[in-house]
């Protein structure tokens, strides 16, 4: 199976989380998509594709969320897209991994 690691970040933990992530993978023989995570709007035409909903893949989102609960600069294209009447909806194997903020105290963290 090959996994693809998505991130949408502000600051940079979700990269590094998706970083981190993706070592632990292919530490456990998993393939990932180009070899490392890439930015989610960067990724826009593969997660918009019928190879991405392929039920041998699963696509991994690391998000963290910016301000009060915006996207982060590196999925606002792809947070538009997805909430456009354009978008495809169809089925795709994914897990999402949340990051939250601080800044809420314990209510809104995992």
């Keep these: ?3 693809a690691v998505v ?3 502000e600051t940079g933990t979700a990269r590094e989380v998706a970083y981190r992530l993706s070592e632990w ?3 456990r023989g998993v393939g990932i998509r180009r070899g490392e995570p890439r930015a989610i709007d960067e990724e826009m ?3 918009l594709s019928s190879e991405a909903t392929s039920s041998s893949k699963l696509v991994v989102f690391v998000c963290s969320t910016a301000g009060d609960g915006e996207a982060p600069r590196t999925m606002r294209k792809w947070w538009s897209r997805l909430l456009s009447k354009q978008c495809p909806r ?3 194997p994914f897990a999402l991994y949340g990051l939250g903020d ?3 105290g ?3 963290n995992a």
């Design 1 to 3: 199976m090959e996994v």
């Design 7 to 9: 991130y949408g970040s």
């Design 25 to 27: 993978l292919l530490r």
């Design 45 to 47: 035409d593969f997660l």
């Design 90 to 92: 169809t089925a795709m």
């Design 102 to 104: 601080a800044r809420y």
């Design 106 to 108: 314990e209510k809104f």
